[in-house]
């Protein structure tokens, strides 16, 4: 087979070499392959590397295993594929996938393929874009040499992703590459070539045969991506948004009405988690904007006097991202931050207009709590107008409400916000036990910090909760003397 390139001389770890020497010893022919091929052709380093042979996986795997002192080896038997880790000098731990090359051939109606031994050909066809289809022998005769069948190498250059076959053919063996398609474009900033976007679009159906699990895992890459518009723009126009979230394409398009529209939401999300892509890479405060508006389709209401309205779409938003964690099937333990965020998006808006009094920035420290920080990015990045002094005013505002809560957290000594005392310390300051009365008294005492009626400190907080213990009983009584 011709070698199109052949890679510097040492541009690979050592000990894929031994894996070649050890190959050789067997008469293997082992290959490189997949995207570790593709990131070393772009400078790019990565600890997943999968080696394909000609021949069965399991007994060359276990070779390495013995002499390269590998661990957790797992194997897949039905896909002919060993997975197990290697430790790299320097390096690290690598995960290493053997597999044996293959063929795979698909019903129409399955996400599961009939597997059969292949050829070196077969296996690099069915990979799902060009990028990804280039081999690197590590035998070796034709040690570093590239294998390039489908130039993806002159695409890599170009930044085009195309798919080795046809893409009806390509997407229909496997129609989650169509999700990889829009992730990929979103990481490595490529574009996708006009064949595969209409077979994207005419295929955006079948997406539906896919697991919910595996849908899931790359559209959370796709939001872990720098410029997460790319690839969730891609989903949009070719219909597979649609598909998999049809919540967050309710929010697309402009409606007039006396001349009057709203701003298209679904765009305006898409600039959101944008933004705040360049200031965080925690997934939750990304996924807290894509949702932050989701309830306003639900929520629109137009009105001669106001125009048009969301009322309310903050409070109805959390409750809606519930039932979107629970569809594409996302962890629920970052749920209730992402609700948080949601409910309380706007809550600094008010604060920058105006007059600031202390009490309103301790409640908005109280009820963001350590994420506040993040609440503030989600806020700025919200503001996506074109008008720039329109930006600039507003920008300036946040600033003021920062420097207030910078004041106020000082003085109060209410960096994280937590209240002076907490519930055992209420219950053994009266004798109580857990219930009811505490969690009132609690409540009380919190309020009574906030708007600055007792200062943050322990002893005026069990003052207070003392004193108030005393007028509930004296007010219960009262009302028993009465009776």
């Known amino acids: 087979m ?14 894929l070499y031994r894996i070649g020497d050890i190959a050789d010893r067997s008469d293997t022919p082992c290959y490189l392959v997949g995207g570790y091929v593709r990131d070393v052709l772009m400078r790019k380093t990565s600890q997943d590397i999968d080696i394909m042979i000609i021949g069965e996986p399991v007994p060359f795997a276990k070779t390495i295993k013995q002499e390269l002192k590998g661990r957790n080896f797992v194997v897949f038997e039905r896909f002919r ?12 731990t690598i995960l290493l996938e053997i597999v044996g090359a293959r063929k795979e051939s698909y019903n129409a ?24 289809a280039m081999a690197v022998p590590l035998n070796q005769e034709n040690r570093n040499c590239l294998i390039d069948l489908f130039d993806g190498y002159g695409d890599l250059r170009k930044k085009i ?35 595969t976007m209409t077979a994207m679009s005419s295929m955006a159906e079948r997406i539906r045969i896919v697991s919910k699990e595996r849908v899931s ?3 959370l890459k796709i939001i872990a991506s720098p410029k997460p518009s790319v690839g969730l723009m891609i989903l949009y126009k070719t ?9 967050l394409t309710a929010m697309a398009g402009v409606e007039q009405v006396d ?19 360049e200031n965080s890479d925690n997934p939750w405060l990304r996924i807290a904007a894509l949702l932050h508006d989701i309830a306003k389709p639900l929520t629109k209401r137009f009105s001669k006097s106001s125009g048009w309205t969301f009322h309310g779409h903050e409070v109805v938003g959390t409750k809606l991202a519930r039932k979107i964690f629970n569809s594409m099937r996302w962890p629920l333990e970052p749920l209730p931050y992402v609700q948080k965020m949601i409910r309380l998006h706007h809550r600094p808006i008010p604060l920058s207009k105006g007059e600031i009094t202390d009490s309103a920035v301790r409640r908005l420290m109280y009820e963001a709590g350590e994420d506040l920080d993040d609440l503030m990015k989600l806020c700025r990045a919200d503001v996506t107008s074109k008008n720039p002094g329109k930006v600039k005013r507003i920008m300036n ?21 937590r209240p002076p005392i907490d519930g055992c310390d209420i219950m053994k300051a009266l004798g109580l036990s857990e219930g009811r009365i505490v969690g009132i008294i609690k409540k009380k005492m919190e309020a009574a910090v906030i708007e600055g009626e007792i200062p943050y400190n322990r002893e005026a907080a069990l003052d207070y909760i003392k004193k108030t213990y005393r007028e509930m009983q004296n007010s219960q009584q009262a009302a028993i003397s009465k009776k």
């Open 2 to 15: 011709s070698c199109k390139e052949k890679l510097p001389y040492n541009s690979l770890p050592d000990i």
């Open 161 to 195: 992703l195309k798919t080795p076959l046809e893409p009806e053919k390509t997407f229909s063996d496997d129609p989650l590459r169509m999700m990889r398609a829009a992730r990929f474009s979103s990481q490595l900033d490529f574009q996708l070539d006009r064949k």
């Open 217 to 219: 895992v790359e559209f």
């Open 259 to 277: 001349g009057l529209g709203h701003k298209d939401t679904l765009l305006h999300t898409f600039q959101v988690v944008d933004k705040l892509s």
């Open 81 to 92: 594929t060993v997975r197990l880790e290697l430790e790299i000098h320097d390096s690290g």
């Open 109 to 132: 109606d399955s996400r599961k393929p009939i597997t059969e031994i292949g050829s070196l050909e077969d296996d690099l066809s069915r990979r799902d874009f060009s990028i990804n």
């Open 239 to 247: 219909g597979i948004l649609h598909e998999i979230f049809p919540e």
């Open 397 to 417: 505002n946040f600033n003021i409400v920062e420097r207030k809560i910078t004041e106020v957290a000082e003085k109060d000594l209410l960096a994280k916000w």
